[in-house]
Protein backbone atom coordinates (compact mmCIF):
# COMPACT_ATOMS: atom_id res chain seq x y z
CA UNK A 1 0.00 0.00 0.00
CA UNK A 2 1.32 3.22 -0.97
CA UNK A 3 1.99 5.85 1.93
CA UNK A 4 -0.86 8.08 0.14
CA UNK A 5 -3.79 5.42 0.30
CA UNK A 6 -2.42 4.29 3.61
CA UNK A 7 -3.25 8.17 5.02
CA UNK A 8 -5.86 8.75 3.22
CA UNK A 9 -7.60 4.94 4.77
CA UNK A 10 -6.14 6.24 7.96
CA UNK A 11 -8.02 9.32 7.73
CA UNK A 12 -11.34 7.89 7.28
CA UNK A 13 -10.80 5.06 10.36
CA UNK A 14 -9.81 8.29 12.38
CA UNK A 15 -12.77 10.43 11.63
CA UNK A 16 -14.92 7.46 12.47
CA UNK A 17 -12.66 6.84 15.54
CA UNK A 18 -13.09 10.54 16.31
CA UNK A 19 -16.73 10.36 16.48
CA UNK A 20 -16.89 7.10 18.34
CA UNK A 21 -14.15 8.49 21.06
CA UNK A 22 -16.45 11.72 21.38
CA UNK A 23 -19.38 9.95 22.11
CA UNK A 24 -17.87 7.68 24.24
CA UNK A 25 -16.37 10.51 26.14
CA UNK A 26 -19.16 12.67 25.74
CA UNK A 27 -21.27 10.47 27.72
CA UNK A 28 -18.90 10.37 31.24
CA UNK A 29 -19.48 12.44 34.04
CA UNK A 30 -18.38 16.31 33.70
CA UNK A 31 -15.28 15.99 34.43
CA UNK A 32 -14.07 17.00 38.12
CA UNK A 33 -17.69 16.39 39.66
CA UNK A 34 -18.15 13.37 41.49
CA UNK A 35 -16.62 9.82 42.83
CA UNK A 36 -18.17 6.61 41.87
CA UNK A 37 -20.06 5.59 44.86
CA UNK A 38 -17.29 2.41 44.99
CA UNK A 39 -14.35 5.30 45.26
CA UNK A 40 -16.45 7.10 48.74
CA UNK A 41 -16.47 3.77 49.76
CA UNK A 42 -12.97 2.75 49.65
CA UNK A 43 -11.28 6.18 50.22
CA UNK A 44 -13.89 5.87 53.69
CA UNK A 45 -13.13 2.02 54.71
CA UNK A 46 -9.51 1.50 53.67
CA UNK A 47 -7.71 3.38 56.06
CA UNK A 48 -10.30 1.70 59.50
CA UNK A 49 -9.62 -1.55 57.74
CA UNK A 50 -6.82 -2.07 56.35
CA UNK A 51 -4.46 0.19 58.49
CA UNK A 52 -2.83 1.99 55.94
CA UNK A 53 -2.84 5.52 55.32
CA UNK A 54 -2.17 5.42 51.34
CA UNK A 55 -5.29 4.02 49.91
CA UNK A 56 -3.87 3.28 46.60
CA UNK A 57 -1.12 0.98 47.95
CA UNK A 58 -4.89 -0.57 49.93
CA UNK A 59 -6.33 -1.08 46.62
CA UNK A 60 -3.42 -2.24 44.65
CA UNK A 61 -2.14 -5.07 46.98
CA UNK A 62 -5.18 -6.11 48.94
CA UNK A 63 -8.88 -5.32 47.37
CA UNK A 64 -7.72 -5.89 44.03
CA UNK A 65 -4.83 -7.79 44.79
CA UNK A 66 -5.47 -10.39 41.91
CA UNK A 67 -5.25 -7.92 39.31
CA UNK A 68 -2.12 -7.15 40.84
CA UNK A 69 -0.54 -10.86 41.07
CA UNK A 70 -1.36 -10.53 36.92
CA UNK A 71 -0.19 -7.64 36.43
CA UNK A 72 3.07 -9.09 37.99
CA UNK A 73 3.12 -11.99 36.13
CA UNK A 74 2.53 -9.79 32.57
CA UNK A 75 6.00 -8.29 33.96
CA UNK A 76 7.44 -11.17 34.13
CA UNK A 77 6.63 -12.80 31.16
CA UNK A 78 7.42 -10.01 28.89
CA UNK A 79 11.34 -10.08 31.12
CA UNK A 80 11.39 -13.58 29.79
CA UNK A 81 10.26 -12.49 26.44
CA UNK A 82 12.62 -10.14 26.16
CA UNK A 83 15.54 -12.55 27.21
CA UNK A 84 14.57 -14.85 24.73
CA UNK A 85 14.61 -12.22 21.98
CA UNK A 86 17.78 -10.95 22.27
CA UNK A 87 19.33 -13.98 23.30
CA UNK A 88 22.61 -15.05 20.84
CA UNK A 89 21.07 -16.12 17.64
CA UNK A 90 22.81 -18.95 15.69
CA UNK A 91 25.39 -16.71 14.06
CA UNK A 92 26.19 -14.85 17.02
CA UNK A 93 28.30 -15.27 20.16
CA UNK A 94 29.12 -13.92 23.15
CA UNK A 95 32.08 -12.48 24.19
CA UNK A 96 33.28 -9.22 25.51
CA UNK A 97 35.59 -6.81 23.24
CA UNK A 98 38.75 -7.67 21.85
CA UNK A 99 41.60 -5.17 23.27
CA UNK A 100 43.39 -4.81 20.10
CA UNK A 101 45.92 -2.47 21.75
CA UNK A 102 46.96 -4.02 25.00
CA UNK A 103 49.68 -1.00 24.90
CA UNK A 104 47.34 1.65 25.09
CA UNK A 105 45.12 1.72 28.15
CA UNK A 106 41.52 2.38 28.12
CA UNK A 107 40.95 5.26 29.38
CA UNK A 108 38.80 5.04 32.18
CA UNK A 109 35.28 7.47 32.83
CA UNK A 110 35.96 11.26 33.86
CA UNK A 111 36.37 11.71 37.22
CA UNK A 112 33.05 13.45 37.50
CA UNK A 113 31.15 11.17 35.72
CA UNK A 114 32.69 8.58 38.62
CA UNK A 115 31.76 11.10 41.07
CA UNK A 116 27.86 11.61 40.08
CA UNK A 117 27.66 7.55 40.07
CA UNK A 118 28.53 6.99 42.91
CA UNK A 119 27.13 9.95 44.84
CA UNK A 120 23.49 9.00 42.75
CA UNK A 121 23.95 4.97 43.13
CA UNK A 122 23.58 4.82 46.54
CA UNK A 123 20.83 7.77 46.53
CA UNK A 124 19.23 6.00 44.14
CA UNK A 125 19.25 3.03 46.25
CA UNK A 126 18.47 4.70 49.21
CA UNK A 127 15.18 6.66 47.67
CA UNK A 128 14.33 3.18 46.70
CA UNK A 129 14.53 1.21 49.91
CA UNK A 130 12.56 4.43 51.17
CA UNK A 131 9.87 4.04 48.79
CA UNK A 132 9.33 0.60 49.00
CA UNK A 133 9.48 0.68 52.81
CA UNK A 134 6.66 3.61 53.17
CA UNK A 135 4.50 2.10 50.64
CA UNK A 136 1.55 1.64 53.10
CA UNK A 137 2.06 5.48 54.41
CA UNK A 138 2.79 7.50 51.55
CA UNK A 139 2.95 7.78 47.65
CA UNK A 140 5.32 4.97 46.38
CA UNK A 141 5.11 1.20 46.82
CA UNK A 142 6.57 -1.99 45.16
CA UNK A 143 6.39 -0.98 41.66
CA UNK A 144 8.16 2.70 41.81
CA UNK A 145 10.80 1.60 44.07
CA UNK A 146 11.51 -1.29 42.20
CA UNK A 147 12.14 0.67 39.57
CA UNK A 148 14.33 3.71 40.90
CA UNK A 149 16.33 0.58 42.48
CA UNK A 150 16.78 -0.82 38.69
CA UNK A 151 18.08 2.91 38.01
CA UNK A 152 20.48 2.85 40.56
CA UNK A 153 22.34 -0.26 38.72
CA UNK A 154 21.85 1.32 35.35
CA UNK A 155 23.82 4.59 37.04
CA UNK A 156 26.57 2.07 37.75
CA UNK A 157 26.79 1.03 34.40
CA UNK A 158 27.07 4.80 33.28
CA UNK A 159 30.14 5.03 35.87
CA UNK A 160 32.34 2.31 35.12
CA UNK A 161 32.63 0.42 31.64
CA UNK A 162 30.54 -2.41 31.21
CA UNK A 163 32.95 -5.11 30.97
CA UNK A 164 33.46 -4.29 34.72
CA UNK A 165 30.14 -4.73 35.49
CA UNK A 166 29.99 -7.94 33.66
CA UNK A 167 32.56 -9.48 35.36
CA UNK A 168 30.91 -9.37 38.66
CA UNK A 169 28.00 -10.88 36.32
CA UNK A 170 24.92 -10.26 38.78
CA UNK A 171 22.94 -12.24 36.23
CA UNK A 172 22.03 -14.93 38.18
CA UNK A 173 20.85 -12.32 41.44
CA UNK A 174 18.81 -10.47 38.95
CA UNK A 175 17.48 -13.50 37.70
CA UNK A 176 16.71 -15.02 41.25
CA UNK A 177 14.87 -11.76 42.64
CA UNK A 178 12.62 -11.29 39.82
CA UNK A 179 11.64 -15.20 40.36
CA UNK A 180 11.25 -14.96 44.08
CA UNK A 181 9.45 -11.48 44.03
CA UNK A 182 7.09 -13.20 41.74
CA UNK A 183 6.38 -16.23 43.77
CA UNK A 184 6.23 -14.04 47.46
CA UNK A 185 3.22 -12.74 45.96
CA UNK A 186 1.57 -16.41 45.33
CA UNK A 187 3.27 -17.43 48.55
CA UNK A 188 1.69 -14.48 50.47
CA UNK A 189 -1.48 -15.10 48.79
CA UNK A 190 -1.41 -18.47 50.21
CA UNK A 191 -0.74 -17.52 53.43
CA UNK A 192 -4.49 -16.43 53.74
CA UNK A 193 -5.39 -20.32 52.36
CA UNK A 194 -3.24 -21.31 55.36
CA UNK A 195 -5.27 -19.51 57.82
CA UNK A 196 -8.51 -20.72 56.62
CA UNK A 197 -9.66 -17.58 54.65
CA UNK A 198 -9.74 -17.06 50.57
CA UNK A 199 -6.31 -16.11 48.75
CA UNK A 200 -4.99 -13.11 49.26
CA UNK A 201 -6.74 -12.45 52.35
CA UNK A 202 -4.70 -9.93 54.84
CA UNK A 203 -4.04 -12.21 57.45
CA UNK A 204 -0.96 -11.14 58.52
CA UNK A 205 -1.02 -8.64 62.17
CA UNK A 206 -2.10 -5.02 60.95
CA UNK A 207 -0.30 -2.97 63.00
CA UNK A 208 -1.06 0.73 63.93
CA UNK A 209 -2.36 3.05 61.59
CA UNK A 210 0.65 5.72 60.73
CA UNK A 211 3.68 3.17 61.89
CA UNK A 212 6.19 2.04 59.59
CA UNK A 213 4.99 -1.41 60.28
CA UNK A 214 1.02 -1.37 59.19
CA UNK A 215 -1.21 -3.15 56.62
CA UNK A 216 -0.74 -6.52 57.52
CA UNK A 217 0.00 -8.58 54.20
CA UNK A 218 0.29 -5.20 51.79
CA UNK A 219 3.96 -4.10 52.78
CA UNK A 220 4.80 -7.74 52.99
CA UNK A 221 3.97 -7.41 48.77
CA UNK A 222 5.21 -4.22 48.29
CA UNK A 223 8.26 -6.13 49.44
CA UNK A 224 8.37 -8.77 46.92
CA UNK A 225 7.21 -6.77 44.20
CA UNK A 226 9.90 -4.18 44.88
CA UNK A 227 12.13 -7.17 44.62
CA UNK A 228 10.58 -8.83 41.58
CA UNK A 229 10.45 -5.32 39.92
CA UNK A 230 13.82 -4.46 40.92
CA UNK A 231 15.10 -7.81 39.31
CA UNK A 232 13.05 -7.34 36.04
CA UNK A 233 14.05 -3.80 35.05
CA UNK A 234 18.04 -4.79 35.68
CA UNK A 235 17.41 -7.50 33.31
CA UNK A 236 16.06 -5.70 30.87
CA UNK A 237 18.68 -3.05 30.98
CA UNK A 238 21.52 -6.09 31.06
CA UNK A 239 19.60 -7.64 28.08
CA UNK A 240 19.90 -4.40 25.77
CA UNK A 241 23.14 -3.55 27.00
CA UNK A 242 24.86 -6.87 26.18
CA UNK A 243 23.37 -6.28 22.50
CA UNK A 244 26.13 -4.22 21.89
CA UNK A 245 29.07 -5.10 24.51
CA UNK A 246 28.51 -8.44 24.56
CA UNK A 247 26.98 -10.22 21.34
CA UNK A 248 28.24 -10.16 18.41
CA UNK A 249 28.44 -12.08 14.95
CA UNK A 250 30.20 -15.42 14.81
CA UNK A 251 33.59 -14.87 13.16
CA UNK A 252 33.48 -17.43 10.00
CA UNK B 1 -13.63 22.18 31.25
CA UNK B 2 -14.86 18.60 30.56
CA UNK B 3 -14.45 19.59 26.85
CA UNK B 4 -10.69 20.11 26.96
CA UNK B 5 -10.16 17.52 29.54
CA UNK B 6 -11.65 14.63 27.11
CA UNK B 7 -10.22 16.39 24.26
CA UNK B 8 -6.77 15.76 24.97
CA UNK B 9 -7.67 12.31 25.74
CA UNK B 10 -9.00 11.66 21.96
CA UNK B 11 -6.18 13.79 20.90
CA UNK B 12 -3.62 12.09 22.26
CA UNK B 13 -4.82 8.50 21.20
CA UNK B 14 -5.22 10.03 17.42
CA UNK B 15 -2.21 11.69 17.02
CA UNK B 16 -0.02 8.16 18.47
CA UNK B 17 -2.16 6.03 16.26
CA UNK B 18 -1.67 8.95 13.35
CA UNK B 19 2.21 8.74 14.03
CA UNK B 20 2.22 4.89 14.14
CA UNK B 21 0.75 4.88 10.59
CA UNK B 22 3.11 7.57 9.27
CA UNK B 23 6.12 6.18 11.09
CA UNK B 24 9.29 5.77 9.01
CA UNK B 25 11.34 4.58 11.88
CA UNK B 26 10.57 1.61 13.73
CA UNK B 27 11.85 3.01 17.36
CA UNK B 28 9.67 5.95 16.17
CA UNK B 29 6.90 3.51 16.06
CA UNK B 30 7.49 2.57 19.32
CA UNK B 31 7.49 5.87 20.95
CA UNK B 32 4.41 6.76 19.52
CA UNK B 33 2.31 3.41 20.70
CA UNK B 34 3.20 4.92 23.83
CA UNK B 35 1.91 8.34 23.36
CA UNK B 36 -0.98 6.84 22.23
CA UNK B 37 -1.33 4.38 25.44
CA UNK B 38 -0.81 7.41 27.54
CA UNK B 39 -4.13 8.66 26.61
CA UNK B 40 -5.32 5.87 28.59
CA UNK B 41 -3.06 7.37 32.14
CA UNK B 42 -4.61 10.37 30.91
CA UNK B 43 -8.31 9.24 30.76
CA UNK B 44 -7.91 6.73 34.25
CA UNK B 45 -6.74 9.95 36.22
CA UNK B 46 -9.39 12.17 34.69
CA UNK B 47 -12.32 9.85 35.45
CA UNK B 48 -11.19 9.78 39.09
CA UNK B 49 -10.26 13.50 39.59
CA UNK B 50 -12.78 16.04 41.62
CA UNK B 51 -12.24 19.74 42.08
CA UNK B 52 -10.64 20.87 45.19
CA UNK B 53 -9.45 17.25 46.01
CA UNK B 54 -6.55 15.72 47.44
CA UNK B 55 -4.23 12.63 46.69
CA UNK B 56 -6.04 9.90 48.23
CA UNK B 57 -3.30 9.64 50.91
CA UNK B 58 -5.03 10.20 54.60
CA UNK B 59 -1.81 11.71 56.24
CA UNK B 60 -2.08 15.28 58.18
CA UNK B 61 -5.48 15.85 56.71
CA UNK B 62 -5.90 19.34 58.63
CA UNK B 63 -3.67 20.96 56.22
CA UNK B 64 -5.35 19.33 53.07
CA UNK B 65 -9.03 19.68 53.55
CA UNK B 66 -11.40 18.38 50.90
CA UNK B 67 -12.72 15.09 49.62
CA UNK B 68 -9.79 12.92 48.31
CA UNK B 69 -10.05 11.61 44.24
CA UNK B 70 -10.86 8.41 43.19
CA UNK B 71 -7.76 5.94 44.47
CA UNK B 72 -8.83 2.83 42.46
CA UNK B 73 -8.62 4.96 39.25
CA UNK B 74 -4.88 5.67 40.27
CA UNK B 75 -4.67 2.27 41.12
CA UNK B 76 -5.51 1.36 37.32
CA UNK B 77 -3.15 3.89 36.10
CA UNK B 78 -0.88 2.49 37.86
CA UNK B 79 -1.09 -0.98 36.13
CA UNK B 80 -1.41 0.94 33.10
CA UNK B 81 1.91 2.31 33.17
CA UNK B 82 3.49 -1.04 34.06
CA UNK B 83 1.96 -2.76 31.42
CA UNK B 84 3.03 -0.31 29.03
CA UNK B 85 6.37 -0.12 30.17
CA UNK B 86 6.33 -4.17 29.33
CA UNK B 87 4.63 -3.67 26.25
CA UNK B 88 7.64 -0.41 24.81
CA UNK B 89 10.34 -2.93 26.38
CA UNK B 90 9.13 -6.34 24.35
CA UNK B 91 8.79 -4.02 21.16
CA UNK B 92 12.24 -2.19 21.46
CA UNK B 93 13.55 -5.83 21.20
CA UNK B 94 11.95 -6.96 18.27
CA UNK B 95 13.38 -3.81 16.76
CA UNK B 96 16.79 -4.71 17.72
CA UNK B 97 16.02 -7.96 16.13
CA UNK B 98 14.62 -6.91 13.30
CA UNK B 99 17.35 -4.10 12.56
CA UNK B 100 19.97 -7.04 12.76
CA UNK B 101 17.78 -9.38 9.88
CA UNK B 102 16.95 -6.38 7.52
CA UNK B 103 19.75 -4.12 7.82
CA UNK B 104 17.06 -1.41 8.48
CA UNK B 105 14.47 0.49 10.62
CA UNK B 106 12.08 1.50 8.25
CA UNK B 107 8.55 -0.33 8.27
CA UNK B 108 8.01 0.07 4.41
CA UNK B 109 11.91 -0.97 3.62
CA UNK B 110 10.90 -4.38 4.85
CA UNK B 111 10.13 -6.89 2.50
CA UNK B 112 10.40 -10.21 4.29
CA UNK B 113 6.68 -10.57 4.02
CA UNK B 114 6.15 -10.15 0.64
CA UNK B 115 8.30 -12.90 0.14
Redesign the interface.
Given at each position: MS?RA??AF?AVA?AA??VT??VG??G?P???????S??RM??EL??PQRHV????S???FDY?GI??LF?EF??LA??A??SV??RP?SDETRELPEDKAPDRAIPPPSPAVWLLAVLLSSLLALIGLETITHGV???GGG?QAGVILASALYVVYLGTNYATVERFQPDALLEASDGVGAFGYVVIGLLGLLAGEVFLTNVVSLGVT?NLIAGGTIALLNLVVGLEVAGGFAI?AS??LD?TAVIRTRRR | MSVLAYGVVAWLFLVGIYGVVTSRNLIHMVVCVSVAQSATDVLLLEIGYRTGGHAPVFVSLPAHPGPAVDAVMQALALTDVVVGATVTALLLALAVQVHKRAGTLDPDALRATKE
Open positions: RRLFALALGLALSFGSQLTYALNASTDVVAITRDTEILAVGILLLLTPFGLEFQ | -
